[in-house]
């Protein structure tokens, strides 16, 4: 079997990291969709805010919170790297905001970091309206803007995948300077 092009419709680790497309380049199969570094860089929030802070592109302030600072009581010495409160944690590598979960104090972020036991990373909370602009093709074509409003607290997996929990405002009620 050796398709002419694959259609990526994959989510997560393995789908939408890098992992196939990078399969698929080593076999030679074209595919849609990001290449492996485009992909990599961005399912991995580090990386994409080191990108989006290399190329001057605003960003929510944000940190990375290690389990061993708070598991050894080194809370004082990573409080001043930290945006103030709420934040939102986010654990470094998932999709689909599985995971995404709103922070108000230190407390609860002790708590978090101690169940999940993994780094995570946490940004200052922006409230405001969701736009998306599709793009696609070389040289890049743009898409009519997006708006996302979802009827939960935000965006989440439940929103997403669930039809009647989101509206989506295509174009979008936005300014053509915007």
Known sequence: FRPDAAFIALHGQGGEDGSIQGFLETARIPFVGSGVSGSAICM??????????????????????????????????????????????KPLTEGSSIG??????EEELRALVEKRKTALLVEERIVGRELTLPVFGEPMDLLPVIEICPKAEFFDLNAKYTKGMTEYICPADISPEL
Do not use: C, D, G, S
Not at 100 to 105: D, I, S
């Open 100 to 105: 995404v979960q709103f922070v108000k104090n």
């Open 44 to 89: 991995n929030k580090l990386y994409t805010k080191w990108v989006f802070e290399a190329l001057n592109i605003p960003t929510p302030k944000w940190a990375i919170v290690e389990p061993y600072i708070y598991m050894e009581r080194r809370i004082v010495q990573k409080r001043n790297t930290l945006p103030p409160f709420p934040l939102v944690a």
